[in-house]
């Protein structure tokens, strides 16, 4: 009768220090899955955010570049064309702002 006592409360341990040992597992298990989840949608907002920066850098690129086309055209519109560019802007502009102009530009 003792004997069987015994092995029941031994079982029952058992079972007890199983249990315990199975939610300890999970709980850190449960802990390293959330931080390899957290890892990872930093990683995939770091890359989204790039893009979107990347994306914004092409379109602000594009919109300038439209610009410049933009205001060519009006120059060509505007300039004579039995002129060169330098004496059409030589024409339009003083001596003396002429050539404060080339000497920044060079």
Do not use: G
Request: net charge negative; proline share 2%; charged share 50%.
């Amino acid at each position: 009768m003792e004997e069987k006592l015994i092995e029941e409360e031994v079982a029952r341990r058992v079972e007890q220090l199983v249990s315990k040992r199975v939610e300890e597992e999970l709980e850190k298990r449960k802990e390293e899955i959330e931080a390899e989840v957290e890892r990872r949608i930093e990683a995939a907002k770091r890359i989204m955010e790039k893009e979107m920066l990347e994306e914004m850098e092409r379109k602000r690129q594009a919109e300038l570049e439209a610009q410049r086309i933009k205001e060519v055209k009006c120059d060509i519109r505007w300039k004579p064309s039995c002129c060169r560019p330098v004496d059409w802007l030589q024409d339009v502009v003083s001596e003396s702002l002429f050539s404060r102009m080339l000497t920044k530009v060079a």
